[in-house]
């Protein structure tokens, strides 16, 4: 039997039965190659953690300092600044913030870099800021 070829009658290929994923043959230098070109997808979106039809709406935390060496693997970082990957709804970016404690700056917009503010006080709490506005941050619950 020939790799690539028609499924011979019957219904088996070399691996056995029909697959259960559609294959298609990729061709590449001349060879023929039957594989399976997309079996799953990993696009969730992190607010809702359903699948996402399309490009994702990715926002990235800037780092709050400059390290002059990276952060240890023994050591975690303060923030993780993602990319995090989202429906184009907002409102998930902000669900994504509330379910971590992050504060939202009213000020601002959900945009694709956002800031982190350090906040005043025990425990230690950050605020997200798209930093476009001028005044003063006014931070409110996601």
Same mark, same amino acid.
């Given at each position: ?5 028609? &499924? +011979? #009658?019957? !219904?088996?290929?070399?691996? =056995? +039965? &029909? #697959? ?9 230098? !001349?060879? %023929?190659? +039957?594989?399976?070109?997309?079996? &799953?997808?990993? %696009? ?5 953690? $359903?699948?996402?039809?399309?490009? #994702?709406?990715?926002? &990235? /935390? /800037? ?12 050591? %975690? #970082?303060?923030?993780?600044? !993602? ?19 992050? /504060?939202?700056? %009213?000020? !601002?917009?959900?945009? $694709? ?7 005043? =006080? ?5 605020? /997200?800021?798209? =930093? ?5 941050? $006014?931070?409110? +619950?996601?």
């Amino acid at each position: 039997m020939e790799i690539g070829g028609s &499924n +011979p #009658p019957g !219904g088996t290929t070399i691996g =056995g +039965p &029909n #697959p259960l994923l559609p294959s298609t043959v990729v061709e590449i230098m !001349g060879i %023929r190659i +039957p594989t399976i070109v997309a079996d &799953n997808v990993a %696009r969730r979106c992190d607010g809702c953690l $359903e699948i996402i039809d399309g490009t #994702p709406w990715r926002v &990235n /935390l /800037l780092d709050i300092v400059a390290a002059e060496v990276p952060v240890s693997w023994t050591a %975690r #970082p303060a923030i993780n600044p !993602g990319p995090f990957q989202f429906h184009g709804d907002a409102a998930h970016v902000r669900r994504w913030m509330r379910e971590r404690g992050y /504060l939202f700056c %009213r000020r !601002g917009e959900v945009r $694709e870099i956002m800031r982190p503010v350090a906040i005043p =006080g025990e425990p230690a709490r950050w605020g /997200l800021c798209d =930093g476009i506005h001028r005044d003063d941050h $006014e931070f409110i +619950p996601a």
